[in-house]
């Protein structure tokens, strides 16, 4: 095994180990938003979605973070978002909302 492969292989450890940490957060937000009701999953995803972009955007350090780089991660997440939904309730029809 390189000394690539094994960077690479501990980078995918720690980004593991990130988004369980995420999902912790997520998890405990959720308990103290509570109140929010039908209306918090959305009101969540929406945060976490604008303020990952301001991480992203605003910190000098991760100059390769690029506007294309973020947008294409987006773009992927839509269609990920879109298999998660159907395949939850793969009869319902699409709703659009403008």
């Known amino acids: 095994m390189s000394e690539n492969d094994e960077y ?3 980078l995918d450890e720690r980004q593991e180990q990130l988004e369980a940490r995420v999902r912790q957060l997520i998890e405990e937000l959720a308990m103290d938003f509570a ?3 039908p209306q918090l999953r ?3 995803a929406q945060s976490l979605i604008h303020q990952g ?3 992203a955007a605003e910190r000098s350090e991760l100059d390769s ?3 294309c780089t973020v ?3 987006l773009g992927e997440m839509v269609g990920h978002a879109h298999e998660l939904m159907h395949d939850n309730e793969p009869d319902q029809a699409h709703k659009f909302v403008h």
């Open 8 to 10: 690479s292989q501990g």
């Open 35 to 37: 109140d929010l009701g």
């Open 42 to 44: 959305w009101s969540l």
């Open 53 to 55: 972009i301001h991480f």
């Open 65 to 67: 973070v690029e506007f």
């Open 71 to 73: 947008a294409t991660y």
